[in-house]
């Protein structure tokens, strides 16, 4: 707006008032000075309010000078930058990182809200800001936290953004890394009780082939389904056999005490 006014050297509009002239100017002069300067003042506030929303419009209409309009806004304005002022330093202190969202996102994040705390004219060295993120890092981070916190040499804040990306590359890994040696194991336990029924299953009686089952007597106990072939007990001889062997003892014996 001030550069617009200025192309058509109507800037003094902004800072001054209507002209007092001296008392001398003939009354036929001074009309046509203060008419001309108000005609002027009234284009440039016109042309500043056509800009406004319809709400701002209803709020400034009123005002009479470009001067008065100009004031007005500013004021508002500056109490409005006040409260943002405040609202972005308090954002920026309330921020704390969470576990449960990747780290150089909300890295991000807060760098806007620095960006903002720069853009409302509240300067923080590289310094301070390198400090704040360190300490703003998540639980999880408490070791790499304090081995940063620990550092002698001075780190810029773009070293520091390349650390953290690196060691949350570094975390991602070694996270897949111990998930799938969980999964691993896991099989490894399911599939050790299905082997072992597997063994007990086949080792069972009805696995061995179907034999036909004996129908005759056992030989030496008499028992219905027994073979003498399959029982672990010696064989019994029959009482014929036993006096047969007897009979043949006693006629060898008989012979030779009649070669004598």
Request: hydrophobic share 35%; net charge neutral; aromatic share 8%.
């Amino acid at each position: 707006m001030f550069f617009y006014l200025t192309t058509l050297s109507l800037q003094k509009f902004i800072k001054e008032d209507v002209p007092v002239l001296p008392e001398s100017t003939p009354e036929n002069g001074h009309f046509i000075v203060t008419e001309a300067w108000k005609h002027l003042d009234f284009l440039c506030k016109n042309y500043n309010l056509s800009g406004l929303e319809d709400d701002l419009y209803n709020v400034y209409s009123n005002v009479e000078t470009l001067k008065e309009l100009l004031e007005a806004s500013e004021n508002k304005y500056k109490t409005e930058d006040a409260g943002l002022k405040k609202s972005v330093a308090v954002k920026f202190l309330d921020y704390k990182m969470v576990d449960s969202k990747p780290v150089i996102t909300q890295v991000e994040e807060l760098q806007v809200i620095i960006h903002d705390l720069l853009a409302e004219g509240l300067d923080i060295n590289e310094a301070f800001q390198v400090a704040a993120m360190i300490e703003k890092l998540p639980p999880l981070w408490r070791d790499f936290k304090n081995y940063l916190k620990n550092r002698c040499k001075e780190m810029k804040l773009e070293d520091l953004i390349i650390r953290l990306r690196i060691e949350e590359d570094n975390k991602a890994a070694e996270k897949k890394t111990r998930g799938n040696s969980t999964i691993i194991e896991a099989n490894i336990v399911e599939t050790a009780p299905t082997n072992l029924k597997k063994q007990k299953k086949s080792s069972g009686p009805n696995n061995y082939p179907n034999r036909k089952k004996f129908k005759g007597n056992h030989h030496n106990y008499g028992k219905v389904g027994y073979k003498a072939a399959e029982c672990r007990a010696p064989k019994k001889e029959k009482k014929g056999q036993e006096n047969m062997i007897q009979t043949n003892d006693n006629i060898d014996d008989l012979c030779t005490l009649l070669s004598e």
